[in-house]
């Protein structure tokens, strides 16, 4: 079955930068569309950003200008570089690969930001 492994998350204070990778296995990863989303407690699931197999990226609104996602096929690999990151920016931060009616997510990595 598809696995996708997040990592990467942690504690970091305002201002900081974190890069979280997820790493893709038993999938055509190429042909897939690949997204980072989030969930912060009492909130609902929340797309940050998505990279299309043709390599189209867009981001929130709110992760604009300061996350950057990015994807090297070879490895089966997806990343999201954050900077400027902010205490609301602290949540459950989850890969999810999709393409057509097929979806799959990762566990999940924690993000705290935090003085």
């Known amino acids: 079955q598809v696995q996708l492994v997040e990592s990467g998350g942690g504690l970091v204070q305002p201002g900081g930068s974190l890069r979280l990778s997820c790493a893709a296995s038993?999938?055509?990863?190429?042909?897939?569309?690949m997204g980072w989303y989030r969930q912060a407690p009492g909130k609902q699931r929340e797309l940050v950003a998505v990279i299309t197999s043709g390599l189209n990226t867009n981001n929130s609104d709110s992760v604009k200008d300061r996350f950057t996602i990015s994807r090297d096929n070879a490895k089966n690999m997806v990343y999201l570089q954050m900077n400027s990151l902010k205490p609301e920016d602290t949540a459950v931060y989850y890969c999810n690969a999709a393409r057509a009616k097929r979806e799959h997510w990762g566990q999940g990595t924690q993000v705290t930001v935090s003085s």
């Open positions: 038993r999938i055509l990863f190429s042909i897939y569309a």
